[in-house]
């Protein structure tokens, strides 16, 4: 089993910057293609990022592109989301989560693994 829990979350005002971190434990894991989804109030999941596992390969939504950072640690089973000019539609519940599959990367059904979330709360 693979547990995986965030933390980092909290308010900024809009332009401002936010480190999310993910720590995995359970199994082994860089074997994890690894990935961050947000989901807003009445919103369904929304893809953000993910990374395969060397961190040689990263894709993100296009929403978040240029503003956003994943990387990964893999001695420290360590996932994080550098969230820079943040904006209000940023707000959400943001969510790590691992896949074993290459396959479908911005898909919220190719994870198996999903972390409990960390809010994430931009003003305007």
């Known amino acids: 089993q693979v547990q995986l829990v965030e933390s980092g979350g909290g308010l900024v005002q809009a332009g401002g910057s936010l480190r999310l971190s993910c720590v995995v434990s359970?199994?082994?894991?860089?074997?994890?293609?690894m990935g961050w989804f947000r989901q807003a109030p009445g919103k369904e999941r929304e893809f953000v990022a993910t990374?395969?596992?060397?961190?040689?390969?990263?894709l993100y939504a296009n929403s978040v592109k240029g503003r956003f950072t994943i990387s990964r640690d893999n001695p420290k089973n360590t996932l994080d989301l550098q969230m820079d000019s943040l904006r209000p539609e940023d707000t959400a519940v943001y969510y790590c989560?691992?896949?074993?599959?290459?396959?479908?990367?911005?898909?919220?059904?190719?994870?198996?693994?999903w972390g409990q979330g960390t809010q994430v709360t931009v003003s305007s």
């Open positions: 989560a691992a896949r074993l599959l290459p396959n479908a990367p911005d898909k919220a059904f190719a994870y198996s693994y």
């Open positions: 990374i395969n596992w060397n961190g040689g390969t990263t």
């Open positions: 359970g199994r082994t894991f860089n074997i994890y293609y």
